[in-house]
């Protein structure tokens, strides 16, 4: 007897064959509550495994723990996918979900200002415009215009030279190095002043780098050494000048725009140039060209010399005395002078718990020549009766190897009390400290306070023979 496989295929399946006369229609399967786990897994592990090989790329955290870390996550990430496997989803589908989901998270951080991602997308925003413009017979629309046009010219170094133009320094030139990890900018400024009603100023503090939405102030005025040159642009007329902007190392001038913030609404100019010079001369508005100049040579304090002893009291028949000292001077070549007033570029410290320790600056050079010396003072501020007993400012210097404050500085401070180099030969009758040194390579400065209120002043300077 010939055997229906349409009933057959109704017995074993619960449905009709493709061969019925009615339509083949297979049941709906609804997504396993399992398959569901695993791919919020998934996406929370491709997260997991980005952001952790973001940290180790930006040694933000410590490599051994990173490393773990990220194995642990692509770990977990192979094993979701391996389970993923089983219910018979292609590997092309695998692919394409990851694919989706870096992209995704790709786009949410260089909207978000994450780096490296947000200085890809100004790259690639940056590219477009510029084909844009080249491009024959495309015309753009206008930039929105602001009540001042400004444009700005950028001046790349680290060692600017300025005199001071009044006070006990009057006259003197001092050389300004820029912290650890920060460069300076001169920007020569031009400005048309479109629709302000008042004059554009040249203000250090109405003018700021922009870079997404970081914002970089001017450098401030130190005693007589102006940070920027005057200028008074009023309604329909056109002025210049130029101001100097400590910012990060690695900033792109192509990144960045100039902004005046003296009145609203702000207006914001295109920057151009980044040549980088070796020094600059504050005064003249030009590069320092050659090697150093002969008043780079400066009086250091290198150690204190006994020259005799003197009677301070007797004890029966035996006198009592004590060491007479005199401060020893030699005429040294300037490498780096540094020099800050108040609290400006002061970063705070922390401890375990989240508590605030104190405040540090860096300071990064070069030394080809040995021995060198470093000479530091500071100046405290006054105490007053109101202060709880026992008050008193605090301004410690260590120095360090390049390779050993970046094995231990951002991870764990501790090890770095056995890296200290440099022998310390005292301090002054004038309070000039003196530590010298017996190598030559790369080396970081830290300058630690307590309480960065209690200093007004300090100032570093490295010199060799």
């Not at 019925?20 to 919020?40: A, D």
């Not at 510029?130 to 060692?159: F, K, R």
């Not at 005199?163 to 460069?183: D, F, N, Q, R, V």
């Not at 309604?235 to 725009?257: C, H, N, Q, Y």
Request: hydrophobic content about 40%.
């Amino acid at each position: 007897m010939p055997i229906d496989t349409r009933d057959w295929y109704r017995e074993k399946y619960g449905y009709k064959s493709p061969t019925s006369h009615k339509s083949y229609r297979p049941p709906r399967r609804r997504l396993p509550p399992g398959k569901i786990f695993l791919i919020l897994l998934i996406v929370a592990c491709v997260v997991a495994t980005i952001y952790t090989g973001y940290l180790l790329f930006t040694h933000r955290t410590n490599w051994g723990v990173g490393a773990i870390v990220l194995a642990a996550d692509i770990g977990v990430l192979i094993w979701n996918i391996s389970a993923f496997r089983k219910w018979r989803v292609g590997a092309g589908t695998i692919i394409s979900i990851l694919v989706v989901i870096a992209f995704l998270g790709a786009t949410a951080c260089a909207l978000g200002g994450v780096q490296p991602f947000s200085a890809a997308k100004n790259n690639i925003v940056s590219w477009f415009e510029n084909a844009s413009s080249q491009t024959p017979g495309l015309s753009l629309p206008p930039v929105s215009e602001y009540p001042a046009d400004i444009t700005g010219h950028v001046t790349i170094t680290q060692t600017v030279s300025a005199k001071y133009s009044s006070g006990p320094y009057a006259g003197e030139t001092m050389k300004m190095t820029s912290l650890e990890g920060k460069i300076y900018w001169i920007v020569d400024i031009s400005v048309k002043n479109q629709s302000y009603e008042n004059a554009v100023m040249a203000n250090s503090s109405h003018w700021k780098i922009v870079v997404d939405d970081k914002i970089y102030d001017a450098q401030r005025p130190f005693q007589s050494i102006q940070a920027s040159y005057p200028m008074n642009v009023s309604i329909g007329e056109t002025g210049e000048t130029t101001i100097r902007f400590p910012v990060p190392e690695m900033l792109k001038v192509s990144d960045a725009r100039l902004c005046y913030r003296g009145q609203e609404p702000y207006s914001y100019g295109k920057l151009s140039g980044g040549n980088k010079v070796a020094a600059y001369d504050w005064d003249l508005k030009a590069v320092v060209e050659g090697t150093r100049e002969p008043d780079q040579y400066e009086q250091y304090f290198v150690k204190k010399e006994v020259t005799g002893h003197k009677k301070v009291g007797k004890i029966g028949d035996i006198d009592i005395t004590e060491p007479v000292y005199k401060d020893i001077y030699m005429k040294l070549e300037t490498v780096g002078h540094w020099e800050k007033a108040t609290s400006e570029d002061a970063t705070p410290s922390f401890g375990l718990e989240g508590q605030p320790t104190g405040f540090y600056w860096l300071i990064g050079f070069n030394v080809s020549e040995a021995p060198w010396v470093v000479n530091w003072g500071y100046e405290a501020r006054k105490f007053t009766a109101l202060d709880p007993v026992g008050s008193k400012a605090t301004f410690e210097v260590s120095i360090f190897s390049k390779a050993d404050f970046d094995r231990h500085f951002y991870k764990d401070r501790s090890w770095l009390m056995f890296c200290h180099i440099g022998e310390y030969r005292g301090v002054s009758d004038k309070g000039v400290h003196c530590e010298v040194v017996q190598k030559t390579g790369h080396y970081v400065i830290v300058l630690n306070t307590k309480d960065v209120k209690d200093i007004v002043r300090w100032w570093v300077k490295v010199g060799v023979e």
